[in-house]
């Protein structure tokens, strides 16, 4: 038995995920444990272009005042949790950069400001182009995604460069498209833990 046993892994649905995380104390803290933890300290912030210390402290009380206002320590914090959880997340930055709309590139250069940031849990996400350029350092990765908002029946193309991505559990790039570029649920690797502990509690 021990010879011939095969490892069939367990791949949950984003549904049983959320009820897992929703409904089991120990799915909650395998979830949100770790980026409480990372996230624990206040950021560290230099600035090396600036020489003058005055002039450097004031730039940095200003950047991280502008960081607290945005509430960037929040939004990465849900957007791990949700990776954890779901095998994927991204934080749309709502930056104003002279584009048209948002399937333009982000323009790095031309940024005035930076009015929100939104989390999306993957299945918001659904990429409908990818980077075909061998060349690119992007390459086979999504180019373009579908944003659905829920309760709103409006959909609208995000470019990926306007999205801080995090792509969740990935073991192998073999298919980078499957499941739309996103991993696996940390919750699948001990869902069967997880399912032994409860039915012996």
């Not at 069939?8 to 995920?17: A, E, R």
């Not at 299945?123 to 709103?152: E, H, N, W």
């Not at 499957?178 to 409860?198: C, E, K, M, P």
Request: proline residues 4%; hydrophobic residues 40%.
């Amino acid at each position: 038995k021990g010879t011939y046993a095969e490892v069939v892994p367990t791949v949950l649905s984003q549904q049983q995920c959320e009820d897992l995380w929703r409904g089991d104390d120990m799915a909650d803290l395998i979830v949100t444990a770790l980026p409480h933890d990372a996230l624990r300290e206040t950021p560290t912030l230099t600035i090396a272009s600036i020489d003058d210390s005055t002039q450097r402290s004031a730039a940095v009380d200003a950047i991280m005042a502008a960081l607290a206002d945005l509430g960037v320590k929040k939004a990465v914090c849900k957007a791990l949790q949700y990776e954890r959880a779901y095998g994927g997340s991204a934080i749309y930055v709502g930056a104003v950069d002279g584009a048209l709309d948002a399937e333009q590139p982000l323009q790095t250069q031309s940024i005035r400001a930076i009015r929100h940031l939104t989390v999306f849990e993957r299945r918001q996400l659904t990429a409908c182009q990818y980077q075909d350029d061998p060349m690119s350092p992007d390459y086979g990765k999504p180019l373009l995604y579908q944003v659905q908002s829920f309760g709103i029946a409006s959909q609208q193309k995000v470019h990926a460069s306007r999205l801080v991505i995090f792509e969740g559990r990935k073991v192998s790039e073999r298919n980078p498209t499957q499941n739309d570029g996103w991993g696996d649920s940390v919750l699948s690797l001990v869902w069967d833990a997880l399912r032994i502990f409860n039915q012996s509690w």
